[in-house]
């Protein structure tokens, strides 16, 4: 995948993710630009290398391969590179490479992927080598123009000085020697105590655009004389389209086109979407619905509950003998919980726009990977990939929908090879896109704990049971039966989602059980529920002992200093052991995942009619290094919009093999009136890059859920809170 004829080369959406994975893994950064030499002959301005173009008037434009979708990365990437390149942040902004162009050049820009909290964490240091090596150059254009050694020179803001001759020159003027230069060998790069743009918070770079309406979106695109699709896929995962009567429809007002969609979908083309969706709703259309109509929320969870004393498992994690711990216990504790399955619902809808002819397909589109959605682009239109390409568009939400799967990218390029030279945009209704999302996997989970007499932890068995992410997207990832990504933030001692306590006997493992509805990357994945299951039951034990929640777990953390540490940062903040306002109480918790550290401390009250009010979320972070403060706050508390939501609210049931929720009056989310208030501890230890966007979505719940128990008396097992009576038991 990374040699240049790979570009040749037609390759299925799944290789080439695979492929974009493991050159990810064994990436090198180089400074090579093989298409600057043309860039220069057409007149365009030089780039100094990839990720650098500095502009006459010494504007500087930032290329960033990640993806924007509200998370920071743009600004954040932006700081990294702008620190390393000495240029004035002020004439700083950015623009987005193409996968076609990552592909042409060898992936000099590495890789596409923006999800697991990795834009930063995993780009960070070639991208501080690109500012960098760009510095460097343009520091050596200019010492040669002056004829004097390099080392004399110094450089701020983008301005070049040379103290003993009093001369300087600003980048804008050498930019076009430096382009000229061979790239470095050596790139050295600043400590992060030096930063005097890394590290700071700063304000985001595309915020203006944002509130003056500036900004595009895929919805807000358009090519001249494009016509518009609605489509509806069949209802029930795995049906198809027995028929539809085209002749119903084909004299409604602006339709166009009513045209398949591979098996199981069909489309309206129209002048206006409006008009493609009514007369889309007006269509009758037969589906085959098959085998799948017959199932139901009740069905998938007797299902899940048999895997809790399922005999196979697959081990993510064991430490000496748990059978026999609990056999020779004082007393066990035993309780099971269960998870939902729950939408995305990002606020702007699956979309994306097409131009197909037998030559080229070009598509538009909000996506968290450009490289998977030309490679969709590619294997949907039958071109390969040399003759694709896909413009990434700012998302409007993403939270891992627009990743791994890019079903509305291949409905579109389909539609549009049926009418080539005719561009397409697809816009999928609210109700398309809550019934044909992919879906935060559905699990139960059983957890017996083994005290001694003296009230310790000597064992612990968590048995998962239910769906696998990996499984349903990336099959070939799964050996003997496991998937890693179930066992987040239960992993053993090491740099990834490993668990916070030593208990010296210890087993967790998982007994799959795949349901039909398609499960997807979801913000937090697998660690949202394992932290609810987790520290909900560590709660559990500790007032079954008797014992405060707080000293309990450090009890268990003595050999998990950096767990330990934001435990006690944020117990400190919140003010764990002092009195907290009549009526308030406060759950604790702590977990690990995404390469960061997080705890949190949760104040609610509940009212003697059972109304839950949560007043405010203490939350510690430690990622390692802060690339901008500002924007690790404003992550925190949007983690936590999203995380209540789903504790509150998030749930989607099943019948007759569909998804029930269609809207968001079936699938509420978080009112500014459920809002609480939210401070951040950020705690960067160094040494490590951890995420930022999704390890404290995973604390938010248990936090609450905890406090509740010590409000009420009443555990909390079961998500969402809604379907609960909190009224004192």
Same mark, same amino acid.
């Given at each position: 995948?990374?040699?240049?004829?790979?570009?040749?080369?037609?390759?299925?959406?799944?290789?080439?993710?695979?492929?974009?994975?493991?050159?990810?893994?064994?990436?090198?950064?180089?400074?090579?630009?093989?298409?600057?030499?043309?860039?220069?002959?057409?007149?365009?301005?030089?780039?100094?290398?990839?990720?650098?173009?500095?502009?006459?008037?010494?504007?500087?434009?930032?290329?960033?391969?990640?993806?924007?979708?509200?998370?920071?990365?743009?600004?954040?990437?932006?700081?990294?590179?702008?620190?390393?390149?000495?240029?004035?942040?002020?004439?700083?902004?950015?623009?987005?490479?193409?996968?076609?162009?990552?592909?042409?050049?060898? @992936?000099?820009?590495?890789?596409?992927?923006?999800?697991?909290? @990795?834009?930063?964490?995993?780009?960070?240091?070639? !991208?501080?080598?690109?500012?960098?090596?760009?510095?460097?150059?343009?520091?050596?254009?200019?010492?040669?123009? +002056?004829?004097?050694?390099?080392?004399?020179?110094?450089?701020?803001?983008?301005?070049?000085?040379?103290?003993?001759?009093?001369?300087?020159?600003?980048?804008?003027?050498?930019?076009?020697?430096?382009?000229?230069?061979?790239?470095?060998?050596?790139?050295?790069?600043?400590?992060?105590?030096?930063?005097?743009?890394?590290?700071?918070?700063?304000?985001?770079?595309?915020?203006?655009?944002?509130?003056?309406?500036?900004?595009? $979106?895929?919805?807000?695109?358009?090519?001249?004389?494009?016509?518009?699709?609605?489509?509806?896929?069949?209802?029930?995962?795995?049906?198809?389209?027995?028929?539809?009567?085209?002749?119903?429809?084909?004299?409604?007002?602006?339709?166009?086109?009513?045209?398949?969609?591979?098996?199981?979908?069909?489309? !309206?083309?129209?002048?206006?979407?409006?008009?493609?969706?009514?007369?889309?709703?007006?269509?009758?259309?037969?589906?085959?619905?098959?085998?799948?109509?017959?199932?139901?929320?009740?069905?998938?969870?007797?299902?899940?509950?048999?895997?809790?004393?399922?005999?196979?498992?697959?081990?993510?994690?064991?430490?000496?003998?748990?059978?026999?711990?609990?056999?020779?216990?004082?007393?066990?504790?035993?309780?099971?919980?269960?998870?939902?399955?729950?939408?995305?619902?990002? %606020?702007?809808?699956?979309?994306?726009?097409?131009?197909?002819?037998?030559?080229?397909?070009?598509?538009?589109?909000?996506?968290?990977?450009?490289?998977?959605?030309?490679?969709?682009?590619?294997?949907?239109?039958?071109?390969?990939?040399?003759?694709?390409?896909?413009?990434?568009?700012?998302?409007?939400?993403?939270?891992?929908?627009?990743?791994?799967?890019?079903? +509305?990218?291949?409905?579109?390029?389909?539609?549009?090879?049926?009418?080539?030279?005719?561009?397409?945009?697809?816009? /999928?209704?609210?109700?398309?896109?809550?019934?044909?999302?992919?879906?935060?996997?559905?699990?139960?989970?059983?957890?017996?704990?083994?005290?001694?007499?003296?009230?310790?932890?000597?064992?612990?068995?968590?048995?998962?049971?239910?769906?696998?992410?990996?499984?349903?997207?990336?099959?070939?990832?799964?050996?003997?039966?496991?998937?890693?990504?179930?066992?987040?933030?239960?992993?053993?001692?090491?740099?990834?989602?490993?668990?916070?306590?030593?208990?010296?006997?210890?087993?967790?493992?998982?007994?799959?059980?795949?349901?039909? !509805?398609?499960?997807?990357?979801?913000?937090?994945?697998?660690?949202?529920?394992?932290?609810? $299951?987790?520290?909900?039951?560590?709660?559990?034990?500790?007032?079954?002992?008797?014992?405060?929640?707080?000293?309990?777990?450090?009890?268990?953390?003595?050999?998990?200093?950096?767990?330990?540490?934001?435990?006690?940062?944020?117990?400190?903040?919140?003010?764990?052991?002092?009195?907290?306002?009549?009526?308030?109480?406060?759950?604790?918790?702590?977990? %690990?995942?995404?390469?960061?550290?997080?705890?949190?401390?949760?104040?609610?009250? !509940?009212?003697?009619?059972?109304?839950?009010?949560?007043?405010?979320?203490?939350?510690?972070?430690?990622?390692?290094?802060?690339?901008?403060?500002?924007?690790?706050?404003?992550?925190?508390?949007?983690?936590?919009?999203?995380?209540?939501?789903?504790?509150?609210?998030?749930?989607?049931?099943?019948?007759?093999?569909?998804?029930?929720?269609?809207?968001?009056?079936?699938?509420?989310?978080?009112?500014?009136?459920?809002?609480?208030?939210?401070?951040?501890?950020?705690?960067?230890?160094?040494?490590? /890059?951890?995420?930022?966007?999704?390890?404290?979505?995973?604390?938010?719940?248990?936090?609450?859920?905890?406090?509740?128990?010590?409000?009420?008396?009443?555990?909390?097992?079961? %998500?969402?809170? @809604?379907?609960?009576?909190?009224?004192?038991?």
């Amino acid at each position: 995948m990374t040699s240049a004829s790979a570009v040749e080369m037609k390759l299925s959406r799944r290789s080439l993710l695979a492929g974009s994975a493991a050159a990810a893994g064994a990436f090198t950064f180089g400074f090579s630009v093989p298409f600057a030499d043309e860039a220069r002959a057409q007149g365009a301005t030089p780039e100094i290398n990839a990720w650098v173009v500095v502009q006459p008037d010494d504007k500087v434009v930032i290329r960033i391969a990640r993806s924007e979708m509200g998370q920071g990365t743009l600004t954040g990437l932006a700081q990294l590179v702008a620190e390393e390149l000495e240029c004035d942040w002020a004439k700083v902004t950015t623009e987005y490479p193409t996968p076609g162009q990552n592909l042409a050049r060898n @992936r000099v820009w590495g890789n596409f992927s923006t999800g697991g909290s @990795r834009g930063i964490r995993e780009s960070h240091d070639y !991208v501080r080598k690109g500012g960098a090596a760009a510095r460097i150059m343009l520091v050596q254009a200019a010492a040669a123009e +002056w004829k004097v050694p390099a080392a004399e020179c110094s450089v701020a803001k983008g301005v070049i000085s040379h103290k003993a001759s009093g001369r300087s020159l600003r980048y804008g003027e050498v930019a076009a020697a430096a382009a000229k230069l061979s790239p470095p060998t050596e790139v050295p790069l600043k400590d992060p105590k030096d930063w005097t743009i890394a590290g700071k918070p700063l304000k985001r770079l595309d915020t203006a655009d944002k509130t003056n309406g500036k900004k595009i $979106y895929g919805m807000d695109f358009k090519l001249p004389g494009m016509l518009n699709a609605a489509i509806k896929d069949c209802p029930v995962f795995g049906g198809k389209v027995k028929s539809f009567d085209a002749a119903k429809i084909k004299d409604m007002p602006g339709v166009k086109h009513v045209l398949p969609v591979g098996d199981s979908a069909v489309a !309206v083309v129209a002048d206006t979407w409006w008009r493609a969706k009514t007369a889309l709703d007006a269509l009758p259309i037969v589906w085959d619905e098959g085998e799948h109509a017959k199932v139901s929320s009740e069905s998938i969870a007797a299902w899940l509950k048999e895997g809790l004393d399922a005999p196979q498992a697959a081990v993510g994690n064991q430490v000496g003998d748990v059978k026999a711990a609990i056999a020779g216990a004082a007393r066990t504790v035993e309780q099971v919980y269960s998870y939902p399955f729950q939408n995305h619902a990002c %606020m702007e809808v699956m979309n994306a726009t097409a131009l197909y002819t037998p030559e080229r397909c070009e598509v538009w589109t909000p996506t968290q990977n450009g490289e998977a959605a030309l490679a969709a682009t590619s294997e949907a239109s039958g071109l390969p990939l040399a003759k694709c390409e896909a413009y990434k568009i700012d998302l409007g939400g993403g939270f891992g929908r627009r990743g791994a799967v890019h079903d +509305w990218v291949r409905q579109v390029v389909a539609i549009a090879k049926q009418i080539p030279g005719t561009p397409v945009k697809l816009i /999928w209704s609210r109700e398309e896109d809550m019934l044909h999302g992919r879906f935060h996997p559905v699990t139960q989970c059983k957890l017996t704990g083994a005290l001694d007499k003296d009230g310790n932890l000597t064992g612990l068995h968590m048995r998962i049971s239910g769906q696998s992410i990996v499984a349903g997207i990336f099959p070939q990832n799964i050996q003997n039966g496991r998937d890693p990504a179930v066992f987040q933030g239960l992993n053993p001692p090491g740099p990834e989602a490993s668990i916070g306590y030593t208990v010296p006997n210890l087993l967790i493992d998982h007994a799959m059980r795949n349901p039909h !509805v398609p499960p997807g990357f979801w913000r937090g994945v697998n660690l949202n529920q394992n932290t609810i $299951y987790l520290e909900c039951f560590i709660d559990e034990l500790a007032h079954a002992t008797g014992k405060d929640p707080l000293e309990f777990r450090r009890a268990l953390m003595k050999s998990h200093p950096k767990h330990l540490a934001v435990l006690n940062a944020v117990a400190e903040k919140a003010g764990w052991g002092t009195k907290a306002p009549d009526g308030v109480y406060r759950g604790i918790c702590q977990t %690990m995942g995404f390469g960061s550290y997080v705890a949190a401390v949760a104040e609610v009250s !509940v009212s003697p009619e059972g109304k839950l009010k949560i007043h405010k979320i203490t939350a510690a972070t430690d990622p390692g290094h802060a690339v901008n403060p500002a924007q690790i706050e404003r992550q925190v508390e949007g983690s936590f919009v999203y995380g209540l939501s789903a504790a509150l609210f998030g749930e989607c049931t099943v019948k007759d093999g569909r998804i029930v929720e269609e809207n968001f009056d079936s699938y509420p989310v978080m009112r500014l009136e459920d809002m609480p208030a939210v401070e951040t501890v950020i705690v960067p230890s160094g040494g490590f /890059w951890g995420g930022v966007g999704e390890p404290t979505i995973a604390v938010a719940a248990p936090a609450v859920l905890n406090a509740i128990f010590a409000a009420t008396g009443k555990r909390v097992r079961s %998500m969402p809170l @809604r379907h609960t009576d909190l009224r004192k038991a």
